[in-house]
């Protein structure tokens, strides 16, 4: 099994700034993509924020480009996100997203696995 445990989310005001933590542990055997999704109400679906590959190539949501930056620490098997400038509209749960082979896996399958979710809140 492969663990995800996220931290850094928060009450910041708008312009502010945080940087979400995703250390991934357990038994992980590769990692092919780490990214970050965030769902905004119980009603919405959940939205593909920024993911980085193994190769360190990165995709953004058009919204967040120029403001979020996502990277990771590959001998930790932590991803982050630095967001900057939040605005209001970025206030959801956001959830670490991994896509991994676990040691588990007899046929080498990557599989995803997700964090619990933590809260940011863009308020005055």
């Known amino acids: 099994q492969v663990h995800l445990v996220e931290s850094g989310g928060g009450l910041v005001q708008p312009g502010g700034s945080l940087r979400l933590s995703c250390a991934a542990s357990?038994?992980?055997?590769?990692?092919?993509?780490m990214g970050w999704f965030r769902q905004m109400s119980a009603e919405k679906s959940r939205e593909e924020v920024a993911?980085?590959?193994?190769?360190?190539?990165?995709v953004y949501e058009d919204s967040v480009k120029g403001r979020f930056t996502i990277s990771k620490d590959t001998t930790k098997n932590t991803v982050y996100l630095q967001m900057m400038n939040l605005e209001p509209e970025d206030t959801a749960v956001y959830y670490c997203?991994?896509?991994?082979?676990?040691?588990?896996?007899?046929?080498?399958?990557?599989?995803?696995?997700w964090g619990r979710g933590t809260w940011v809140t863009v308020s005055a």
């Open positions: 357990g038994s992980i055997d590769s990692i092919n993509t």
């Open positions: 997203k991994v896509v991994a082979v676990s040691t588990d896996s007899h046929w080498k399958t990557p599989t995803q696995y």
């Open positions: 993911t980085i590959s193994s190769d360190g190539s990165t």
